[in-house]
């Protein structure tokens, strides 16, 4: 044997599986030093970050989040969630995307209501609002989800439907209550019987289900979106920490998940299976639905370069929380970025989550 070779087989013998996942993962180290030290500089509680790259995975947890298990309130991502269990029954022919949402809520009929579809709803071109009128005092009161029905159901219309996008968090909540019609099935029961045990995704849930409170991360509120109570002390009985809140099971915001968990169920758009549904379904979901020159949408999932950070392609797919969580994927480099921490979206600029999130995009272009 000639040194060449004997060098070539000693290389190979020592760069094992495992030694050679930890050097890619280097390239990961500075997005989880921002998080570190937003951390330890009091401005976040906790944080976690996951990131899959192809065959890797990287995962790291900060602060009050002890492990990469610890569960966080994903906010908006919940949609992301709430659209693949709706889009279960259209893969069982259950619905169609095409239906108007008034063959399965006959009160939804009034004027140009009786045009919505199931796909406006799920794609924010509705003309539903993003919050009711009658929001906080829904809330301030523990109004139970049926009353945020009732309410929906009834409030006024920003625009004809398909005019144009306008972000609606109604319309996320009426598409659930479609699967909840249809299925005679409580939604958060729904979620997790087709989305999160076909995925084994463990510590996931609608709600707070088999989980206690003390499971999940505590929020900051200080300087956040009105809707989560905003460091007000007079909405503690309803602010995202409440015991209201985190048991809601809110189709639009209260799923409460861990950043593994979350990129597991990203990963199942990248390289689709059949064990949430068909895969020409899965990719139905992450391709624009709304008209062009209108803000491009997938079902559930935001769509397009501005999906990701910048450095991501146009295949990209993500969606983002205000409770201060962001997760996306990109075909083009077959990466799952999932950013998950306490301090709201608004609260800071630029957000360490989003500083987070581009250097994983940087490290994978």
């Known amino acids: 044997m000639d040194r060449r070779t004997f060098l070539a087989g000693g290389l190979g013998a020592a760069l094992s599986a495992p030694l050679l996942g930890a050097m890619r993962q280097e390239k990961f180290d500075a997005a989880a030093a921002v998080l570190a030290k937003s951390v330890s500089d ?33 906010a908006s991502i919940t949609k992301t969630l709430t659209a693949a269990a709706v889009m279960t029954l259209v893969d069982r022919e259950k619905i169609r995307l095409d239906d ?5 809520l006959p009160e ?45 159901v009834r409030t006024p219309l920003l625009f004809d439907p398909g005019a144009r996008f306008s972000y609606s968090s109604m319309g996320i909540l009426l598409a659930s209550e479609i699967a909840r019609r249809v299925t005679s099935t409580e939604f958060a029961e729904l979620v997790d019987r087709t989305v999160f045990q076909p995925l084994e995704m463990k510590r996931s849930v609608l709600g707070l289900g088999r989980f206690k409170a003390e499971d999940i991360v505590r929020n900051q509120t200080e300087r956040a979106a009105p ?34 968990d979350v990129a597991r169920f990203f990963s199942e758009f990248l390289h689709p299976t059949d064990r949430m549904m068909k895969p020409d379904n899965v990719r139905l979901m992450i391709r624009n639905h ?76």
Not at 100 to 104: I, L, T
Not at 228 to 252: C, F, I, T, V
Not at 344 to 357: D, E, I, Y
């Open 42 to 74: 009091g401005q976040v509680r906790a944080a976690s970050l996951c990131v899959v790259h192809k065959k890797d995975q990287f995962a790291r947890a900060f602060g009050e989040a002890k492990s990469p298990d610890a569960m966080f309130l994903l």
């Open 100 to 104: 108007p949402a008034v063959k399965y």
């Open 108 to 152: 939804f009929s009034e004027g140009p209501r009786a045009k919505i579809t199931i796909q406006q709803l799920l794609t924010h071109v509705s003309g539903l609002p993003d919050q009711l009128p009658e929001n906080q005092a829904l809330r301030s009161s523990h109004a139970k989800l049926s009353q945020f029905v009732e309410a929906a």
């Open 227 to 260: 809707e989560s109570g905003a460091g007000d002390p007079s909405a503690k009985e309803w602010d995202w920490n409440s015991p209201y809140w985190r048991a809601l099971g809110a189709p639009w915001g209260t799923a409460h998940s861990t950043a593994t």
């Open 290 to 365: 709304n008209p062009e020159k209108t803000v491009p949408r997938g079902l559930g999932f935001s769509v397009g370069r501005g999906a990701g950070s910048p450095g991501c392609s146009e295949k990209t797919f993500g969606h983002s929380g205000s409770s201060g969580t962001l997760a996306w994927a990109d075909p083009e480099t077959d990466t799952v970025c999932v950013v998950l921490t306490t301090l709201p979206g608004a609260a800071a600029k630029p957000h360490p989550l989003r500083v987070a999130s581009d250097l994983v995009a940087k490290a994978v272009s």
